[in-house]
């Protein structure tokens, strides 16, 4: 009997070994005969035997290490202490054992649900990761009350464990659970408070939003709103307790801008609730001073929608009244490409489970990418969530993510929380090079300014101001200098021109006609940046004006008109052969500058920069990584030749990773000196701190295997060149020593006279 009581020798890591008890063998014999009584609650995972069948062994050892961890947690954490006991009997099942008198207090049947909920939404979020679904924990209880004999001993502890299982297989009425009168009891007096955490603009550090968290009663078990949630579906009371939680959300939010959004979770089902009506919101808006347009339905919750159809009408009908829509966990679950392409978001939230080991993961940080690409082509932002590192914070900064929330830019609070001390000194790679880099023409460079009005200003007034001003076509709607909403002249006209539009808005404020949701964009965003979000938005609103803001406040607008022209100057400039990204001198000027040097009849110096182990740092990093350190080096160089080099000397960029400077040859060793010494040091920030500190990383090379690579260097060849030296020879002797100089491993240069 005591051999078949042995646990599975599954490895368990969770814990220190001395909190967490798992009993092998004698062990159980020596404990029930030293008890009076011990209290037993059971856990199983439905259909265990199917789903390890499915998922194979190293799934279910997975979940059967994270299942101990968080039913020790929740002993430690419900109990207040670590003198209970824990064994597996059977693959996917586990009993608690309490020899204490902590649970004489509580229910024992109240308990095993407590701890079954708050295990299963604990494992919810991994589980979807991996498998794309949850997974369903079955609860029991028993209690077992020592004999004198052992044989007593054991069939009565043996029949406690029978019982418990019994229990599991029985559907519990959760309704009769006093648990279920302490949530109906939050029900009806409203007992549930909102605790908000920051959205953060990555771009600018700003504060975009914030989410709205809902929590119970302190030192209450719906305090966790998984569980509070959790019963709330299970009772059939979900559409009450978020219409609670919508309007303790709305009530608490207080001081905020324009442009301010406020995310609330909102089920599928409660979309398409006939109950639920935006009137009952609107009007809960207007009593706390905020609009439609700052409201963000958060579409939470792993469910499948049924209706598609149903619920895409309703969410249409909602967004035309200004409301905007997130769809959350995007790419697990049910919130899948197909409930995306369905639901046509205005944010894209990426559960946590994208975010761990970012700084390593590879895969992860590829689809974060694809995500962000493919935010940006249908006029979405990427929210990315669970963010608790810096170094995290880093890396999603540089993949070019638009929005974050996590732990490290700050916790939820029941005050709206400002950002972290350290998310706001956060600097990433791309800062190293800030004040010179050149990815693109930023729009504050095209700033018109603008007239503003308030919101409550009558209609005829602002008619006016565009009679009176030929060249006006738009007004900016604004409250205490945050822009909240654009009038365009050809759209106030518009409304004007109907047979009663003149009577009908004759006494109406401008916020009565004015574009609640219009684009605004930070000054520093670059023109295409612009453009593209510009030409994303509805044809009826695409040639509408762009308003531009510093620090949330009204700078000025631009027109789309302008930013096509820009774009298109930029595109002559191209044509020229200036490269886009580096902003150097393209082949074009890179010949013309070696035929000025052979007419000057005198010697001079081509140094060929290129860069070692580019390749697989890209297909690793991503193309947007790769991109900033072509830059870095562009600038590097190009500051190596002002500091060390000639007046006239000439940067050109080949192309990709290839460069070349031309100078005299008395000042080239000197610059490849400065060169190799700076991008070595600067070289490392581009990467994360486990590659960095290794100074290697891990990648797939041209073969297709994977193996370790050294960090990026630059190789660099000084070729001294004759006047009377062709393009076609000067060709040939750069190759050899190009070649020459990547056979050296590292930062280094070469010169044609074979000296280092």
């Not at 969770?14 to 909190?19: F, I, L, T, V």
């Not at 974060?368 to 669970?386: C, H, M, N, R, S």
């Not at 027109?559 to 200036?578: I, P, Y």
């Not at 886009?580 to 070696?594: F, R, V, W």
Request: charged share 25%; glycine share 6%.
């Amino acid at each position: 009997m005591l051999q078949l009581l042995k646990k599975k020798t599954t490895d368990f890591s969770g814990a220190h070994e001395e909190q967490l008890r798992i009993i092998e063998g004698p062990g159980i014999g020596s404990l029930i005969q030293n008890v009076g009584r011990l209290n037993i609650l059971y856990f199983a995972v439905q259909d265990f035997p199917t789903l390890s069948a499915m998922y194979g062994p190293e799934w279910s050892n997975q979940l059967e290490s994270e299942l101990r961890e968080a039913i020790t947690k929740e002993g430690m954490k419900t109990l207040q202490h670590d003198d209970f006991h824990i064994f597996s009997f059977n693959s996917g099942e586990f009993f608690f054992l309490d020899p204490t008198d902590s649970m004489n207090n509580f229910s024992l049947q109240e308990l095993a649900y407590q701890f079954k909920v708050t295990i299963e939404n604990g494992l919810k979020s991994d589980q979807i990761s991996r498998t794309g679904n949850s997974i369903t924990i079955n609860s029991g209880h028993s209690s077992f009350q020592a004999e004198q004999t052992n044989d007593k001993l054991w069939s009565g502890f043996l029949s406690a464990m029978g019982k418990a299982r019994l229990e599991a297989q029985k559907s519990a009425d959760i309704s009769k659970l006093e648990l279920s009168n302490e949530f109906n009891d939050i029900i009806t007096s409203s007992d549930v408070r909102c605790h908000y955490q920051p959205i953060v603009n990555l771009n600018d550090k700003s504060i975009h939003g914030w989410e709205a968290l809902a929590r119970g009663p302190r030192n209450s078990p719906f305090r966790s709103p998984l569980t509070l949630f959790d019963m709330a579906e299970k009772i059939g009371k979900l559409f009450q307790l978020e219409k609670i939680s919508r309007e303790a959300a709305i009530r608490a939010f207080g001081e905020h801008s324009p442009q301010h959004k406020l995310f609330l979770n909102i089920h599928p089902r409660t979309i398409v609730d006939p109950n639920f009506t935006p009137g009952q919101t609107r009007i809960l808006l207007d009593k706390w001073g905020l609009k439609p347009g700052n409201i963000v339905f958060e579409i939470t919750e792993r469910h499948s929608v049924k209706d598609f159809l149903t619920f895409r009408k309703t969410l249409d009908h909602y967004r035309n009244q200004g409301y905007m829509v997130a769809i959350d966990d995007a790419g697990t679950g049910y919130s899948g490409l197909t409930s995306i392409a369905e639901i046509k978001p205005d944010y894209i939230k990426l559960d946590k489970s994208f975010v761990d080991n970012i700084e390593t993961n590879h895969v992860n940080r590829a689809l974060i990418e694809t995500f962000t690409d493919f935010a940006e082509k249908i006029g979405a932002k990427l929210l990315v969530e669970g963010i608790e590192t810096q170094e995290q914070a880093r890396t999603v900064t540089d993949m070019g993510v638009h929005l974050a929330q996590g732990y490290f830019f700050a916790k939820p609070q029941r005050e709206k929380p400002q950002l972290t001390e350290k998310a706001l000194t956060m600097r990433h790679n791309s800062d190293i090079f800030s004040n010179t880099a050149s990815y693109g023409i930023p729009v504050k460079n095209l700033v018109n300014k603008v007239d503003s009005v308030e919101s409550d200003i009558p209609v005829p007034i602002v008619q006016q101001k565009f009679k009176d001003t030929h060249a006006l076509n738009s007004v900016v709607v604004v409250k205490n200098d945050y822009p909240c909403g654009l009038v365009m002249e050809y759209n106030l006209n518009k409304h004007l021109s109907g047979k009663y539009g003149v009577a009908l808005y004759s006494n109406k404020p401008i916020s009565s006609v004015m574009d609640e949701s219009p684009l605004i964009v930070d000054f520093e965003t670059t023109v295409e940046k612009v453009s593209q979000k510009a030409m994303a938005r509805p044809r009826k609103n695409a040639y509408d004006d762009v308003i531009v803001t510093w620090k949330d406040k009204l700078m000025g607008t631009v027109s789309v008109q302008k930013l096509l022209d820009t774009l298109a100057h930029v595109q002559v400039e191209m044509a020229k052969g200036t490269n886009p990204l580096s902003g150097l001198p393209g082949n074009l000027d890179i010949e013309k500058e070696i035929d000025r040097r052979m007419k000057m009849n005198k010697m001079y110096s081509i140094i060929y920069a290129d860069l070692d182990n580019f390749k697989v740092y890209n297909d690793t990093y991503g193309f947007k990584n790769g991109d900033k350190i072509i830059l870095q080096i562009s600038n590097i160089i190009s500051w190596a030749g002002k500091k060390h080099g000639a007046c006239d000397d000439f940067v050109g960029h080949i192309g990709g990773d290839d460069f070349v400077m031309v100078t005299n040859p008395d000042k080239a060793e000197r610059i490849c000196k400065s060169i190799t010494r700076i991008f070595k040091r600067l070289v490392k920030k581009n990467y994360n701190e486990h590659d960095a500190a290794n100074g290697w990383m891990e990648g797939r090379g041209r073969d297709g295997s994977i193996s370790t690579f050294p960090l990026v260097s630059v190789s660099l060849a000084i070729l001294d060149c004759e006047p009377d030296q062709n393009l076609m020879k000067i060709g040939e002797q750069a190759a050899s020593l190009k070649k020459w100089a990547k056979s050296i491993e590292g930062n280094c240069w070469v010169r044609e006279r074979r000296k280092r």
